[in-house]
């Protein structure tokens, strides 16, 4: 008895009293009130010889604890009553798409978008090789598996919870449960209600009756949604005739509609194709052989666009809003669905002094000349909005062959000596950052401006129209003005051409194109010195983007088409939100307008009234020795408007002719578009003014040798057999510049009006007369 006593009341009979037993005659209510009454003795005993710390941990456990609990109980009666309360949809019960609309800034319409229907099919007329590759594409177990994937929805919930890119993880089961509500937002009631809906889907349906209603639901892009719908608008035939590899051109859109739609990305397309094709034969419904020698179908063109409301022009508008819209989590299946009406950032007015431009400019062309394409783009500096957006006809081109292809934001040519500014950019911002073994360098230092010039064991050589303005000692700001391609050449390769690149893309210039691959590099992801005069592929869009921050002072915002969109219903579903970050100095974005406000009066096409205005012209030749051109681009802003103007044969082989059949040059057919769409949107806006002064202003006494050879890098779009020495960059003492001396172009060649050009710092301190030079 007394070791059970020891172990009842303690061990420790000093430290704790013993207590008597409970009277064995007291009623049962009395004894459990003692026993109770001594446990909470107990327990006090126990807490005062605790520690503060050990007190405090134990409240937050047991405070946790019951914070658990409650979320426990709530998270079941949620469940519980979403299953309850949940029905579960067929497809002929599903609302279909409503009409979205696309407005301009104003609120006025530009396009109304939304008038595919939808045919519902049974399961029996879908081929078996087209339903497995819906399978292989979205949900390999999907006859395996129950209705909800776990391991996929749990992947997908920390996809939410990170923030990272929204992923494929659901089943189709799901997938179909939450295309029945219309909405793709990340909250936790739409993805219990998904949940239960699935599992009431599993449970009342069978498998082909889930994927019946799932193939009659999904959206497969072009405007299209089901299987039967998209069977038409990619090759034009009922659902029931295809064979296993269209309908795995089918099943590969699904994960992305817009971006694997073999008509805006086919290299993607194709490469999700396989993918496909491969799940196919990793379930067993093909032999390896058969997909190893399976080909890829012909596609449908992308003819949506007349069904959809936005053909021509606006189609692509339209889909650069649907881009962007996608960029911040709004799908295009969302803007069908909930019939969003979405406010862009495109002017009227701009917009119709565009397309205005290019009809007048191109309206009378020669035969020689009708293989031209050409995109115009207009930004607004300050925010970064699209005001114009021209990528091409999107039907018929100048020469009567079909042309789809958007020219002002999806594809992209070199830019020639429109590129120079950034090269300049660089240099300027080394020497005002002080950047180790950099020379300081301004607009106003003497460097080599020879017609030909050495760079890495290349010679390089200004265009041929260009000798009688080169010289073996000019300022930065004549060789930006007479647009000398081995000053810049060498200037980039003194910089770095990997700097180059960067301060471009910090400018405007996209990292990626348009099909994901890295711009201003070689396939072996090299940059060379050749990006000093624009040897690398850029988009009119970036560069009307580009040349806008140094309208804005050196601050970039990116070019953006969506102002707002809202629903049916009125309720706000996106709004844009401004973002800018300081690219480069505002000393720098200064002195590099300097240099180019000469360049449009120089050239031709100065602005009405004189306007200030800053621009460079660039042109792109076809291989090295070849006196023809392939591209054409001008480029220019003011305070209030930035536009880029490209015109081309759209490749690398074929040549582009001026209107008396000699070589195209950036300042003719751009040159021109660009004033007339500038003079037009700005007919009734301010005259703003532009830089007057140079503000870096570094000595030039520096001297320095020719760069170092490294690797093989690419050759300028123009050069020449002549032999010439190797150059050094800068020269001291420099020489007097020499006075260019004009060639007399061509008798069929109009020839521009001179201007006089007189600013201080640009070209010394005396007012001369220049005839306006061929501007590569």
Known sequence: ??????????????????????????????????????????????????????????????????????????????VAMFYVLSDVPRPETLPLPQVAT??????????????????IVSLDKVPEAVRYAVIAAEDRNFYSEPGVSIKGTVRAAMTDLTGGDTQGG??????????????????????????????????????????????????????????????????????????????????????????????????????RWHYVIDGMAAIGKLTKQQAATMKYPTVRSATNEQQLGADGWKYFIYRQVVADLEAHGVSEAEINQRGLSIRTTIDRKAQAAALSAIRTTFSDLTRKQRNYKNALTAVNPATGA????????????????????????????????????????????????????????????????????????????????????????????YAMKYSLNTTFDLLAAQAGPDNVAKTAHAMGIATTDSHGNPTLVDADG??????????????????????????????????????????????????????????????VANDVTLTLEPIAGNSGFGLDGGRRSAAKTGTVGIGTNSPKNSDAWTVGFTQQVSAAVWAGSGDSTHAIYDHYGNAEYGRDLPGRTWKLFMDTYLADK????????????????????????????????????????????????PPVTPTPTPTTPPPTTPTPTPTPTCRPGLLGSTCTSSPAPPAP
């Not at 020891?6 to 420790?12: E, K, M, P, S, T």
């Not at 009125?570 to 401004?578: A, E, F, I, N, T």
Request: net charge positive; proline share 6%; with cysteine.
């Open 686 to 733: 301010a005259n703003l003014p532009l830089p007057d002064t140079q503000q870096i202003g570094a000595a030039n006494t520096a001297r320095t040798t020719s760069p170092s050879p490294t690797k093989t890098a690419p050759s300028s779009t123009a050069g020449s057999s002549t032999p010439a020495p190797t150059s050094s960059i800068i020269t001291t003492p």
């Open 386 to 477: 699209v005001l114009a957006y021209y990528g091409g006809p999107n039907g018929t081109g100048y020469d009567g062959k079909p042309d789809y292809n958007d020219y002002a934001g999806v594809g992209a040519r070199p830019a020639g000596s429109s590129f120079k500014p950034f090269t300049l950019a660089t240099v300027l911002s080394q020497t005002l950052n002080k950047t180790k073994d950099k020379p300081r360098l301004t607009i106003s230092s003497h460097v080599d401006g020879s017609q030909c010039v050495k760079i890495e064991g290349l010679q390089i050589c200004n265009d041929p129209s260009d000798a009688p303005y080169s010289g073996s000692s000019v300022t930065i700001a």
């Open 170 to 271: 659901s089943s189709i089961t799901q997938q179909y449960a939450k295309n029945a509500y219309l909405t793709d937002a990340r909250t936790l009631s739409r993805k219990l209600k998904e949940l239960m809906i699935a599992v009431k889907l599993a449970r009342d349906y069978s498998k082909n009756q889930i994927l019946e209603f799932y193939l009659n639901t999904v959206y497969f892009g072009r405007g299209t949604y089901g299987i039967q719908a998209a069977s038409q608008a990619y090759f034009g035939k009922d659902v029931s005739q295809l064979d296993a590899a269209e309908g795995a051109v089918l099943a590969a859109s699904l994960r992305a509609p817009s971006y694997y739609d073999p008509a805006v990305n086919p290299a993607q397309a194709k490469a």
């Open 102 to 119: 696309i407005e301009y800034s104003d609120g006025s319409t530009m396009a109304r978008i939304g008038t595919v229907n939808r045919t």
């Open 526 to 587: 090299h940059t060379g010195f050749g990006i000093g005069i624009g040897d690398y592929a850029v988009s009119p869009l970036d560069q009307a983007s580009a040349f806008g921050t140094l309208a804005n002072g050196g601050r970039s915002t990116a070019p953006y088409f969506v102002q707002s969109a809202t629903d049916s219903t009125g309720k706000l579903v996106y709004r844009h939100k401004k973002a800018s970050h300081r690219a480069i100095d505002s000393k």
């Open 1 to 78: 008895m007394a070791d059970k006593e020891r172990l009842r009341y303690g061990r420790d009979r000093r430290t704790r009293k013993a207590k008597p037993p409970v009277d064995p005659n007291a009623s049962r209510w009395e004894r459990i009130r003692v026993r109770h009454k001594r446990r909470r003795a107990a327990k006090k005993r126990r807490l005062a010889a605790m520690s503060r710390r050990r007190r405090i941990l134990r409240r937050f456990g047991i405070t946790g604890t019951w914070i658990l609990a409650l979320l426990t109980v709530g998270v079941v009666s949620l």
